[in-house]
T-cell receptor
Framework: EAGVAQSPRYKIIEKRQSVAFWCNPI?????LYWYQQILGQGPKLLIQ????????DSQLPKDRFSAERLKGVDSTLKIQPAKLEDSAVYLC??????????????FGSGTRLTVV | GESVGLHLPTLSVQEGDNSIINCAYS??????FIWYKQESGKGPQFIID?????DKRQGQRVTVLLNKTVKHLSLQIAATQPGDSAVYFC???????????FGTGTRLTVIP
């Protein structure tokens, strides 16, 4: 099966600009996650979707970050306006299960964002 | 909240030797543990998992040991190869949530 697709692979923006990342999960995977991975750290959950609904956005900085998964398939994560501390790799993952969906995560390769 | 840490941020081993990567966790109610491998420029990749009703599980060249008494798990890699060079993370389900919390990671470097 095809993996989780993410684009772009790299992005460099100036602070206060906006940026968007795209993720296409594995076909049939109900649950989609966005994680932020700062250099030297483990991935940190930003938001979790189940189909097209948000099930966990408790760690999403909602003043600047937003995400949507309108048709329950692909998803977009946006940052507006970006800050220097948003420099990180943004990872998308998907899982087939809805209950205990942490079984069987598959990650994409991520988008590396540099804010200058 | 969860806390999952690794004892050493970096580990260097000679090719062919065995590697042991350790991880401590804080939540005694955690019942599922996963090890991931992340190569440079890639997303984390599942290696092996273990449930709390087990104390050992083996895969291909990898073994995970779980000690619930001291809240510690380890990943053992037999006959370490250059392709094993990566960052290794342990992860646990976040308390009250349906997603994973990742530890800081250990960078394993295999010396040819």
């Amino acid at each position: 099966e095809a993996g989780v697709a993410q684009s772009p692979r790299y992005k460099i923006i100036e602070k206060r600009q906006s940026v968007a990342f795209w993720c296409n999960p594995i076909s049939g995977h109900a649950t989609l996650y966005w994680y932020q991975q700062i250099l030297g750290q483990g991935p940190k959950l930003l938001i979790q979707f189940q189909n097209n609904g948000v099930v966990d956005d408790s760690q999403l900085p909602k003043d600047r970050f937003s995400a949507e998964r309108l048709k329950g398939v692909d998803s977009t994560l946006k940052i507006q306006p970006a800050k220097l501390e948003d420099s990180a790799v943004y990872l998308c993952a998907s899982s087939r299960a809805q209950y205990q969906s942490y079984y069987g995560y598959t990650f994409g390769s991520g988008t590396r964002l540099t804010v200058v | 909240g969860e806390s999952v840490g690794l004892h050493l941020p970096t580990l260097s081993v000679q090719e062919g030797d065995n590697s042991i990567i350790n991880c401590a966790y804080s939540n005694s109610a955690s019942d599922y543990f996963i090890w991931y491998k992340q190569e440079s420029g890639k997303g984390p990749q599942f290696i092996i998992d273990i449930r709390s009703n087990m104390d050992k599980r083996q895969g291909q060249r990898v073994t995970v040991l779980l000690n619930k008494t001291v809240k510690h798990l380890s990943l053992q890699i037999a006959a370490t190869q250059p392709g094993d060079s990566a960052v290794y993370f342990c992860a646990v389900p976040r308390q009250g949530a349906n997603n994973l919390f990742f530890g800081t990671g250990t960078r394993l470097t295999v010396i040819p």
